[in-house]
């Protein structure tokens, strides 16, 4: 309904989510730099943008656009090192699949009418502020995670995040540090300090990485040797 009816928030996907990103049609996977030329990274990432109508690289280091319009649609052909292949936004594909849950789809899947499905997509669509509170409830169930995926989604195409009095409300849980103090040091902090140390980490800021991402290197690069098991 909300996408049906156009009550998402056009700007905010554009900016501020992966919905414009690109996905190859013949291995439904992200467009990325090492497709389009020989020694190209695996982490870059590409929209098309409307105003140039060409190819963009979608940056690292801000989410601003500086003027440029990410389609969230269409269908666009590019040149990869394996010949000419066609794309689409995300947010193209989103639509495909929603549109096999119409109200009347999705009552039948849960038993909720589909005028209260209708009544709920426009409260949230045209709502101010929207919080949902998460907790553990749905973490307990098969597949739960998706389940939450699908709320945080909700919000997503709303512009209901990164606001005051919007958003998903979570319920932390205990590290052990809570227990033990500056004595116990969560993985995530000792992986970090090594990469403050690393020769690399000048660049890795350089080229925009956040703290998350460089522990995300360095835990790839363990697990590609072997000294880290899953």
């Given at each position: ?11 905010f996907?554009?900016e501020q989510t992966?919905?414009p990103l ?10 990325k730099?090492k ?14 943008d409307?105003?140039a ?23 666009y052909?590019v ?25 009347a ?12 499905i209708?009544?709920?997509a ?6 101010e502020?929207?919080?949902?509170p ?12 998706l ?6 989604l909700?919000l ?8 005051k009095g919007?958003?998903?409300?979570g ?8 227990s033990l103090?500056a ?5 995530d902090q ?6 403050a ?5 000048a660049?890795?800021?350089?080229e925009?990485?956040t703290?998350?991402?460089i522990?995300?290197?360095?835990v790839?690069?363990?697990y590609?040797?072997g000294?880290?098991?899953?």
């Open positions: 309904v909300i996408v049906r009816d156009k009550l998402y928030k056009e700007g996907i554009r992966d919905l690109l996905v190859r049609e013949d291995t439904r996977k992200f467009l730099e497709d389009l030329k020989r020694g190209g990274k695996d982490e870059v990432f590409y929209f098309w409307t105003t109508n060409r190819l963009t690289e979608a940056s690292k280091k801000t989410l601003a656009l500086d003027g440029k319009v990410p389609a969230l649609e269409g269908v052909e040149e990869t090192i394996s010949g000419r292949v066609k794309v689409r936004p995300v947010f193209e594909l989103l639509k495909k699949q929603l549109e096999k849950y119409s109200p789809d999705a009552s039948r899947i849960t038993g909720v009418s589909p005028e209260l209708e009544r709920l426009q409260e949230i669509g045209l709502a502020r929207v919080i949902y998460v907790h553990l409830n749905w973490g307990k169930m098969y597949h739960g995670n389940i939450e995926r699908c709320t945080a909700v997503v195409l709303c512009g209901q995040i990164g606001k919007a958003g998903l409300l319920q932390g849980t205990f590290n052990l540090d809570f103090g004595i116990e040091q969560q993985g000792v992986i970090a300090a090594s990469a140390a690393d020769p690399r980490y660049t890795w800021r350089e925009g990485y703290d998350e991402m522990v995300y290197e360095y790839r690069e363990a590609a040797k000294s880290l098991a899953a």
